[in-house]
């Protein structure tokens, strides 16, 4: 039986860390400071964010933990192990953004360069940690668990919880700003599909295996 790799090389690390930074980053400056939601967990954060001022990075890691009990349960020692370094890291570095960045971008007068600048950061920074191995969310875990529970196709297992996480945006959100969330998320699908189908086959990653097959259908 082949024994299950766990640990993460220095690059896969430095990569995962990027790409944490890269999402942190333009939640926090692109879709919080001009008013535009997200899917999955972070809309959820962003969510709590608007109605209640709870703290994103709080919540989300709140929401996040939950997910990773199921994968200590399920003894996947690799998702454990990616939930935590991603999981962690992201929100060690929105809270960061959000207590001590001194920048602030306003285009909430042009939401399209907005939508746009949101998908392909979003976009790049989540593609540069699956490439490396690693999960980005609770999200990505929870819908691998719940596909393999109910044979539910992955992607329409995205697609119904970014559906569902939008349509409770429209709470706060007007319905322009959502459907440029809406546009922002499918870029931001689009490059991961393309970043993590370029990725190296030599020594593919047993979570990238099963996030790209999700992000492919997604798309």
Known sequence: M?????AFGVGQILMILFGAFLLAFTYYHINFQNHLAEGGFVGLALLGKYLFNLPPA???LLLDIPVLMLALFMKNRRFIWSGLLGFTSFSVMYEACERFSPFHFDFQHNLLPVALISGILTGIGAGLVLRAGGVSGGDDLLALF????????LGTVFI????????LSLVYLPLMETLFTILAVSIAGKIITWMVSYQKKSKPAVTISYVAKKKTARA
Do not use: A, F, H, P
Request: proline share 0%; aromatic share 4%.
């Open 58 to 60: 709080l919540t989300n």
């Open 160 to 167: 119904l919880l970014d559906g569902l996480v939008l349509l």
């Open 2 to 6: 082949r024994k299950e790799k766990t």
């Open 146 to 153: 719940i596909s393999k529970w109910t044979g539910i196709k």
